[in-house]
DNA sequence: TATATATGTTAGCATCGGCTAACTTTTGAG
DNA sequence: CTCAAAAGTTAGCCGATGCTAACATATATA
């Protein structure tokens, strides 16, 4: 609908462009939840390494609260992703490539929580919301937000 | 881990609380997106029937970005869960309980966007980012967002 | 009104990310 | 050093949400 033929072309309204506009919103969203269970997993396992020193599909799974065979599962699609080393029974690592991608998803959450902070609200629930909103914040949202803590922290 | 047995009983410590919490906040993005089909589905059911009168599977199918096959089994699936009617071959309309979804979700919608706008975001980039961001805010943080809303409102 | 085009549905396939049950390997307590 | 418990894997299942190809229905133009 609202296209209409006209000299044989097709011809565009503003509601087109409006809609076109939205369709790529919802595929950005689509996007972000492809790469979402890699994100959440990086982040985990370079803070799983940086406490304990090497992160267990345990522990892991502990902390995602889903089942070890998940994690066996989903650890072998980040390996063949090239975001993880790992042999059969033993602690999982990140590749140099996993690591960036660890180091980029931690700023992004570090910031995303002190924003959420610097608004007023309570830890729990900052931690809560910032786990699913991080996936769905572009650069640009995520240098807003990093001013706003900033200048919140200038103020003290 | 983490699990240590005393006095045969299963004893806790300060990072098994963290853990817990952590997978409480993970469960919490995965249950939001249990909702998200229906929610984008009803707001976006809403807004074409105020729009044209009527939302029909092939605009829907425009503005998601996706196919009239994937459409019809997903608005088969939101009229199972009573949130629209329709008869094969037709319009879709809501339910009662499916306007009273959108109508909370487009509140949720244009609170998210407007507090981005509020940050300095550019409209394209808000509209983007909160549409993925309006499926993990907490009602705490959109009373936040809308206070900042009204905030930025006031001081013109 | 006849029929071509637009719209909608069905069937069948794929991937993702959960799960349980059953099995294997590693670890560590005695 | 042995062997039971803990950890990890495999196989097989499921539902959600995309897709294409083929078919059915509705609509609008000639
Ligand atoms: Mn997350
Ligand atoms: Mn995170
Ligand atoms: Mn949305
Ligand atoms: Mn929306």
Redesign the interface.
């Known amino acids: 609908?609202?296209k209409l033929q006209i000299h044989g072309r097709e011809a565009s309204d503003a509601?087109d462009r409006d809609?076109k506009?939205?369709?790529?919103?919802?595929?950005?969203?689509r996007q972000?939840?492809e790469s979402e269970m890699a994100e959440?997993y990086v982040e985990l396992i370079a803070e799983l390494i940086e406490?304990q020193g090497e992160a267990?599909p345990?522990?892991i799974a502990?902390?995602?609260?889903?089942k070890p065979p998940t994690v066996t599962k989903n650890i072998s699609r980040l390996k063949e992703a090239g975001l993880v080393s790992r042999e059969r029974y033993r602690a999982i690592f990140l590749t140099p490539e996993g690591q960036k991608l660890a180091e980029a998803c931690r700023r992004r959450h570090r910031i995303v929580v002190a924003f959420?902070l610097s608004?007023?609200?309570?830890e729990?629930?900052?931690?809560?919301?910032a786990?699913?909103?991080e996936?769905?914040?572009?650069e640009?949202?995520l240098e807003?937000?990093e001013a706003?803590v900033t200048r919140a922290h200038e103020k003290h």
């Open positions: 609908m609202t509601s809609a506009a939205q369709a790529e919103g919802f595929a950005t969203v972000a939840h959440d406490i267990r345990v522990d502990e902390r995602l609260g889903v959420l608004l007023g609200i309570d729990e629930t900052a931690e809560r919301d786990e699913g909103i996936h769905h914040v572009s640009t949202t807003a937000f706003v």
